[in-house]
Structure formats: structure tokens, C-alpha cells
């Protein structure tokens, strides 16, 4: 693959356009894939032996993502971003450490929100020795042939899962980049980070301690994520909001009239929601803070005010009203 990379970039699949021959045809195999939102790239990943050939920000291994796309503000930090994993990850004596390369350190309240989420990750890797090797599909498949291809093709979520979701311009990015995880079932939740073997041990949500910790449990099936979408739907006048998955939340908002910015108000106000819940969830895991349901909903009202005024010029939004509804 050497030959078709270049130092100005970070293709996850080199390609070089002048070149024809069998590589040329496996990129272009990529495009038509990319029509059933399959991506060649994402379907391979890395297993780590002695982290030699695995680039630790570009490549997939730790997660179902690139650690580029997952930690984007620690990625502009760095400044070795075609790194390996042994270049990183150091062992002495049986320890772990990370070697940072920061361009300046992680400071910003995002930077050091990643950073968290990113020890808690490693925390749990080990090198297995050996070469590092390349796997098909992930966890399950792990060798290609017409039939994991199949897998990987029908496995692609419904398509009301990516169809219902549209970026919402009154939301910030890291907003909308939530969502559209959460959405595709790609956040880190306990039952992903077992099904992924990075966590052990039981599933269970923190909150309620009846249930496995699932996107759709953390919000829309668990009991906060119900108080939360009650209090919600009584506040902007919405009666579906007893919904079981979080697919749900979208179809709702999809039949709010469209009139006066209406459906785009409840769009962000379901964002900011859920970008809430889930600094809830990593604030009672990480931080061990309880959760309070009358703090979410502040954080809810707040946010959602804040965010929507600095961004819908259209509207003319005051923050004695807003305050004053009760949720
Ligand atoms: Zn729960």
C-alpha cells in the first residue's frame, strides 16, 4: 500500500489514480459498495499483535471507529497522526503508558472530555504479540468470503435509521456527530464496549439497575429517558413520546407541523435532550454524580435555549420566557 500513499493526507485505503491493476479495481469495488452504505475501509480491522503495523489515529482496531473520528479534537493535538500503536503504546515492566505527542496539551473542557473517554478505552488493551493482522468484518467475521460479505451488506442499519436523521444547523456539531452515533448504535455503551471485549462483566444500567445499557435504553426505554421525553413532549405539546427505541424519537418529531420552525424547535430541543442524557450517563459512571431528573431538564432548557439562539437568526428568543416554562 506504500506506493499509493501520500504525506499530505491520511487515506484510510491508498490509492494512487495514475496506477491501473488490481488495486485500482478493489478502490473502485469501494464506491459501488459505498451505494449500499458499505464501506470497504470500515469493514477491516485491525487485530494488534505487536502494534508494528497499525496505525494507532488512522486504522480501526480499538473500536468499531477510528480513533481520528471518535477523539477529533485530541487528533488535531497530535503530531505524529500516521503513528503506530507500539509507537504509542509503551510496556515497561508489565505497565502500560501512553507516549503523547502533543502539539500543546489537552486543556478545553472537549479536549479533556476525550481524553477521559480515551484512558477509560486503553485502560483495557493489551498487546497479544505477534504481527498484527487484518480481519474481515470485525469481531464476528473474521475472514472474507461471498457469505460475510452478505453479513456485512445486511447488516447495514434499516434505512429508516439514517434517513430519519437530518443535520440539524441549529445544533452544534459535536450535537449532531452524538446523535448521528447514538443513532447508529455506535456510542460506547456497556453492551457495545462488552460485544466489543473491551469491558467485562455485567451490563447493567447505572440508573435504573434493571436493564442492559443500550442506546435505546439510555434513552428512550430507562426510566429517566422516560421522565425526560414525558416532560419533553408536555412541553412542546407532543402526545407519541413513549417511544422503546430511540429510532422513535424521530419519527415523532417528523409528524410535528413544519409550521413557524415548530418541527425544527422540536428537532433541537430532542438533540439537546439526548446530548444531555448522555453526559448524564458518563457523569454518574465516570464522576459517580447521581442523577438528578430536575438538573437534566434544566440542562435541557438552558442548552437547548442557548444553542438555538446563537444559531437560528430567524427567531427572536428570550430567555425569561423560555426559562419560565415549567417541564
Ligand atoms: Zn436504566
Redesign the pocket.
Given at each position: 500500500m506504500s506506493i499509493h500513499h501520500t504525506p499530505r493526507s491520511w487515506p484510510i485505503i491508498s490509492h494512487n489514480k495514475r496506477l491501473n491493476g488490481t488495486w485500482d479495481k478493489i478502490v473502485k469495488i469501494d464506491k459501488a459498495l459505498a451505494t449500499y452504505q458499505v464501506s470497504l475501509a470500515d469493514s477491516i480491522k485491525g487485530q494488534v499483535g505487536n502494534g508494528s503495523k497499525i496505525r494507532f489515529w488512522l486504522d480501526i482496531w480499538l473500536t468499531e471507529d477510528r480513533l481520528k473520528d471518535q477523539f477529533p479534537t485530541l487528533f488535531t493535538l497530535e503530531t505524529a497522526k500516521s503513528c503506530v500503536v507500539a509507537d504509542q503504546c509503551i510496556v515497561t515492566n508489565g505497565n502500560y503508558s501512553i507516549k503523547w505527542n502533543w502539539r500543546k496539551q489537552p486543556r478545553s473542557g472537549e479536549a479533556v472530555n476525550e481524553l477521559m473517554e480515551f484512558l477509560d478505552l486503553l485502560y483495557y488493551f493489551r498487546f497479544k504479540g505477534g504481527e498484527d493482522k487484518w480481519v474481515w468484518g470485525g469481531e464476528a467475521l473474521d475472514s472474507f468470503s461471498v457469505a460475510t460479505m452478505k453479513k456485512v451488506l445486511y447488516r447495514v442499519d434499516p434505512p429508516c435509521s439514517k434517513s430519519i436523521l437530518e443535520w440539524n444547523s441549529w445544533m452544534p456539531m459535536k450535537v449532531n456527530a452524538i446523535v448521528w452515533r447514538a443513532i447508529q448504535n455506535r456510542l460506547p455503551t456497556y453492551d457495545n464496549l462488552i460485544k466489543r471485549k473491551i469491558l467485562f462483566g455485567p451490563d447493567i444500567?447505572c440508573?435504573?439497575l434493571?436493564?442492559s445499557?443500550s442506546v435505546d435504553?439510555i434513552f428512550a426505554s430507562?426510566?429517566?429517558a422516560s421522565v425526560v421525553w414525558q416532560r419533553i413532549g408536555r412541553w412542546c405539546n407532543i402526545q407519541t413520546f413513549h417511544i422503546k427505541y430511540i429510532q422513535g424519537l424521530f419519527v415523532a418529531v417528523k409528524q410535528v407541523p413544519e409550521m413557524e420552525h415548530k418541527r425544527k424547535m422540536v428537532y433541537s430541543i430532542v438533540m439537546a435532550a439526548i446530548w444531555c442524557l448522555w453526559e448524564t450517563q458518563n457523569k454518574f459512571i465516570f464522576e459517580n454524580k447521581p442523577v438528578k431528573i430536575d438538573k437534566v431538564l434544566g440542562d435541557i432548557k438552558y442548552l437547548s435555549f442557548l444553542w438555538i439562539k446563537n444559531r437560528a437568526n430567524c427567531l427572536n428568543l428570550d430567555w425569561n420566557r423560555w426559562k419560565s416554562i415549567v417541564l
Open positions: 444500567c440508573n435504573c434493571a436493564a445499557e435504553h430507562c426510566y429517566v
